[in-house]
């Protein structure tokens, strides 16, 4: 690769982190995403005490709030290809980056690198909490093991909030990629899993169920659950198959 080009691409992925570092809506949805999550360690930590018999497992509870905490990293998700339709920011972004498929690409790894830290101190900070809280009712974690499960957690809202900004390419406007991922995750996966339960082996394979595999502990009771490393697989080729999906429509497609 010659030097000008890698010169390019550091240009244009400085520009796209820059458009989102400096985009007040991210930062708001970090912070309300955060506190909720410490107000869900709390609540969920509370109720642990009140209920405790004997020792428990402080990963279980302290990442108890991921359902609910990745309704953020959809939000954040969503904002970041969303945001430039609004006022018709996305006309001068291709004028001044023609190379469509590159631009958008470039501004999933822009995301991917504000994400990944933010989600690895928002899972923390439930798991410390918690930590804290229990620490003489807790059963003893392994630090590796403690630090997988963070790192599967983090790799979970990583791949959620990049496939929430694929669907945001696609849909281009907030609301409806709003409706369309929340009811997702939050009404129409849980009721599915209520209503069709013969079908768990199937629903194992959906973005949602098989991220949960990357970092919530898997009971030897459950019959064909996912490993950690097959979710990851699963929720990647998701992620990728919305992303590549996302670059061709927005190849052919006027602003």
Not at 15 to 38: H, Q, S, Y
Not at 107 to 129: E, R
Not at 230 to 239: D, N, Y
Request: aromatic fraction near 10%; hydrophobic fraction near 50%.
């Amino acid at each position: 690769m010659s030097v000008s080009s890698s010169r390019k691409i550091t240009q244009i992925l400085g520009a796209e982190l820059d458009k989102l570092v400096t985009l007040p809506l991210i930062w708001f949805t970090l912070m309300g995403t955060f506190i909720l999550n410490l107000v869900l360690a709390a609540a969920f930590t509370s109720v642990g005490l009140q209920g405790a018999t004997g020792t428990q497992n402080i990963l279980n509870i302290g990442l108890a709030s991921m359902g609910y905490l990745q309704a953020g990293f959809i939000i954040l998700g969503i904002l970041a290809t969303c945001s430039e339709y609004t006022g018709g920011q996305i006309r001068t972004t291709l004028i001044t980056i023609p190379w469509r498929g590159f631009q958008l690409s470039t501004k999933h790894l822009a995301l991917a690198i504000i994400t990944i830290p933010v989600a690895f101190i928002i899972a923390a900070s439930g798991v410390l909490y918690t930590f804290i809280m229990m620490r003489d009712t807790t059963v003893v974690i392994e630090i590796d093991t403690m630090i997988t499960t963070l790192i599967g957690a983090t790799g979970y809202l990583t791949l959620t909030t990049l496939l929430s900004a694929a669907v945001g390419a696609l849909l281009r406007r907030t609301t409806p990629a709003l409706v369309v991922l929340l009811g997702y995750y939050f009404i129409v996966s849980p009721l599915t899993r209520v209503f069709l339960p013969s079908n768990k082996i199937f629903l194992n394979y959906f973005p949602d169920t098989a991220g949960s595999y990357m970092y919530m502990p898997s009971s030897s009771d459950e019959i064909s659950v996912l490993t950690p490393m097959q979710g990851t697989g699963i929720s990647m080729l998701w992620t990728l198959s919305f992303i590549t999906v996302a670059i061709v429509f927005y190849r052919k497609r006027d602003a």
